[in-house]
């Protein structure tokens, strides 16, 4: 399966993401762990991009996404966010590695579950 690397603008910073599956298949986001890179998921973009459109986004610091003085959860939350609306996701599945899978606790101010 075809993985597509690309690049988007969001808040300001450039940030990388990994692309498998098709386009029109159910988006599923996926989160990274500390000190990794949104490459660390490809071998699972592999088979679920078989079900769906699998998104894979090198977090702020990380991979080809930008550097910058300030990090925290509340900010990569809000690079999600951003991530989302860019993207045109009303509706995704998201899934995170160790820290990928802490920091969208703070999402819930932009996201409503259901």
Do not use: C
Request: hydrophobic letters at 40%.
């Amino acid at each position: 399966m075809e993985t597509l690397v690309n690049q988007i603008e969001l808040n300001g910073l450039t940030f990388q993401y990994r692309e498998s599956g098709e386009p029109s298949a159910p988006p599923l986001v996926a989160l990274h762990a500390l000190g990794k890179s949104a490459e660390s998921w490809d071998q699972v973009a592999a088979v679920l991009g078989e079900k769906y459109r699998v998104l894979a986004l090198d977090q702020r610091g990380h991979g080809g996404s930008a550097r910058t003085s300030t990090y925290s959860f509340e900010l990569m939350s809000d690079d999600l966010f951003h991530f989302a609306n860019a993207m045109n996701l009303e509706r995704f599945a998201l899934i995170g590695h160790s820290m990928g899978e802490q920091y969208p606790i703070f999402s819930r101010k932009h996201f409503r579950q259901g």
